[in-house]
T-cell receptor, first 108, second 122 residues
């Protein structure tokens, strides 16, 4: 089973700043089948990035994803007020299709 | 536009079976280009993928080992929906349950249902 470890647990930043969220996989994800989701209170997760670096339809270009080996990153270039939420990574290469524990992005 | 509408009871007694349905609009449960998933979320377990069903010349299912002995996911082609059945539930199964469509290369989860809070309690 692939375990995904996200860091930091909480990130406190101000609107306009940039954010980098990390997700480390316990094994190689050869296909780059890694997605990022945003979740706001009371809502279902929303797909942001798939295939490690492809933005989903309708996602602003301030969101970007990248990969270096077993380390994956989600970067938000200029935080907008609506970006403060919890972010999850998920691998969909091998069953069970596991999620990270989440990073809470909060307003400083 | 794909929409997933969940339905089912919000309260289930211990040892009984949890049953939820996800009605699909804008796509077909029988398509060979998507997979139909169930995921749950709780404070103690986070987001947990439970299983999926998909059609590729025949029907397939794929379950997480953690629930494999207790779970069934069934397609219903006549109603264009799919269901989750989780038997022998305990309070540890209390969670928000989501259905989601897996699509594209690898089947990432692009569309989600609204979520259903299911509480297991007597």
């Amino acid at each position: 089973e692939i375990v995904l470890t996200q860091s930091p647990g909480t990130l406190s930043l101000s609107p306009g700043e940039g954010a980098t969220l990390s997700c480390r996989a316990s094994q190689n994800i050869a296909s780059s089948y890694l997605a990022w989701y945003q979740q706001k209170p009371g809502q279902a997760p929303r797909l942001l990035i798939y295939g490690a670096s492809y933005r989903a339809t309708g996602i602003p270009d301030r969101f970007s994803g990248s990969r270096s080996g077993t380390d994956f990153s989600l970067t938000i270039s200029r935080l907008e007020p609506e970006d403060f939420a919890v972010y999850y990574c998920q691998q969909y290469e091998s069953s069970p299709y596991s999620f990270g524990q989440g990073t809470k992005l909060e307003i400083k | 536009q794909v929409q997933l509408q969940q339905s089912g009871p919000g309260l289930v007694k211990p040892s009984q079976t949890l049953s939820l349905t996800c009605a699909i609009s804008g796509d077909s449960v029988s398509t060979n280009s998507a997979a139909w998933n169930w995921i749950r979320q709780s404070p103690s377990r986070g987001l947990e993928w439970l299983g999926r069903t998909y059609f590729q010349s025949k029907w397939y299912t794929d379950y997480a080992e953690s629930v494999k002995s207790r779970v069934t996911i069934n397609p219903d082609t006549s109603k264009n929906q799919f269901s989750l059945h989780l038997n022998s539930v305990s309070p540890e199964d209390t969670a928000v349950y989501y259905c989601a469509r897996g699509w594209g290369s690898g089947w990432y989860l692009g569309y989600w249902g609204q979520g259903t809070l299911v509480t297991v309690s007597s």
